[in-house]
């Protein structure tokens, strides 16, 4: 598959973005506005006005890589709008892509192995 690779942090804008910017333009944003280095490994994730639609920014180690998701039907699960950012897991970012709700979605209970005596 195509994208960003499983296990990465995962940072999303909560305000709009005006979506006529590229990644460049974006990698600015996320240098100036969240003081974040765009070229860190971090998958940053923004958001059009309107909720159908999704732009995710991140460095694969030879490029910035820009993708762009439009709902076909239904829109994304967004937190509140306020400035500043909040964090996902891998998972949540999977289930955001999908147009599922992420708040749903908890990283699995580990259980120690048990010791064998022998």
């Given at each position: 598959m195509i994208g960003p690779?499983?296990?990465?942090r995962v940072m999303v804008a909560t305000r709009p973005i005006?979506?006529?910017?590229g990644a460049d333009s974006l990698a600015m944003l996320v240098a100036s506005?969240?003081?974040a280095d765009p070229y860190s490994g971090v998958i940053f994730v923004f958001r059009a006005k309107r909720a159908d639609r999704?732009?995710?920014l991140w460095w694969d180690g030879t490029g910035l890589c820009l993708m762009i998701k439009k709902l076909e039907a239904?829109?994304?699960c967004w937190p509140a709008v306020h400035d500043g950012v909040m964090r996902l897991t891998a998972a949540q970012l999977g289930a955001l892509l999908e147009g599922l709700d992420w708040r749903r979605v908890h990283q699995?209970?580990?259980t120690q192995?048990?010791?064998?005596?022998?």
């Open positions: 690779a499983t296990g990465s005006d979506f006529r910017k506005q969240f003081r999704i732009k995710v239904g829109g994304f699995t209970r580990r192995v048990p010791h064998v005596a022998g």
